[in-house]
T-cell receptor
Framework: DAKTTQPPSMDCAEGRAANLPCNHS???????VYWYRQIHSQGPQYIIH???NNETNEMASLIITEDRKSSTLILPHATLRDTAVYYC???????????????FGQGTTLQVKP | ETGVTQTPRHLVMGMTNKKSLKCEQH?????MYWYKQSAKKPLELMFV???????ENNSVPSRFSPECPNSSHLFLHLHTLQPEDSALYLC?????????????FGEGSWLTVV
């Protein structure tokens, strides 16, 4: 699985958009980009994933560059409850001989401030 | 509520004890995972099961013994653990098939070895 690089920490003002970057320059064509977050002492929570196209759901938007070497997770209106560690993960598509798994890095600690 | 339930949520055990962690998923998934998260470290993938068969063991010491009796249940049997095994143990599950792998995590079991 391709390696990802994320800033160790970021701050965001409450009510503003939080833009979390991720670099995955060695990503291959059949690898997805996933974002999870982990609020202190809880299990990781799935946010969103994508392959090539930008994606949006009720939690966030995922913007993937055309060359797929980087992506940005956008939380449109950050709240204090969005304070968490955010993980960007690149993983092979599940297929023959591959159960599918996620390898977590250090992630970005997002602090949303009042 | 993620559909993945772990018990107990907290466990304190001595180094000579034998205990087990239990995980049950109510999502109809067919892959299950154990992850370990030590203090201030990334999540480490321990074991992967697909349709009850172990497909991955990431060089986990034999004092950790997983068991997957069916696609809905996963156990982690613990014996003669060391204090450094104290950590948050997370169970997760995912759906089968081809393509992307969205993994859903339980809330974790906090283990303290004394």
């Amino acid at each position: 699985d391709a390696k990802t690089t994320q800033p160790p920490s970021m701050d965001c003002a409450e009510g503003r958009a939080a833009n979390l970057p991720c670099n995955h320059s060695t990503i291959s064509g059949n690898e997805y980009v996933y974002w999870y977050r982990q609020i202190h002492s809880q299990g990781p929570q799935y946010i969103i994933h994508g392959l090539k196209n930008n994606e949006t759901n009720e939690m966030a938007s995922l913007i993937i560059t055309e060359d797929r070497k980087s992506s940005t997770l956008i939380l449109p209106h950050a709240t204090l409850r969005d304070t968490a560690v955010y993980y960007c993960i690149v993983s092979l598509a599940r297929g023959s001989g591959n159960t599918g798994k996620l390898i977590f890095g250090q992630g970005t600690t997002l602090q949303v401030k009042p | 509520e993620t559909g993945v339930t772990q018990t107990p949520r907290h466990l304190v055990m001595g180094m000579t004890n034998k205990k087990s962690l239990k995980c049950e998923q109510h999502l109809g998934h067919n892959a299950m995972y154990w992850y370990k998260q030590s203090a201030k470290k990334p999540l480490e993938l321990m074991f992967v099961y697909n349709f009850k068969e172990q497909t991955e063991n990431n060089s986990v010491p034999s004092r950790f013994s997983p068991e997957c009796p069916n696609s809905s249940h996963l156990f982690l049997h613990l014996h003669t653990l060391q204090p450094e095994d104290s950590a948050l143990y997370l169970c997760a599950s995912s759906q089968g098939g081809q393509g992307s792998v969205t993994i859903y995590f339980g809330e974790g079991s906090w283990l303290t070895v004394v």
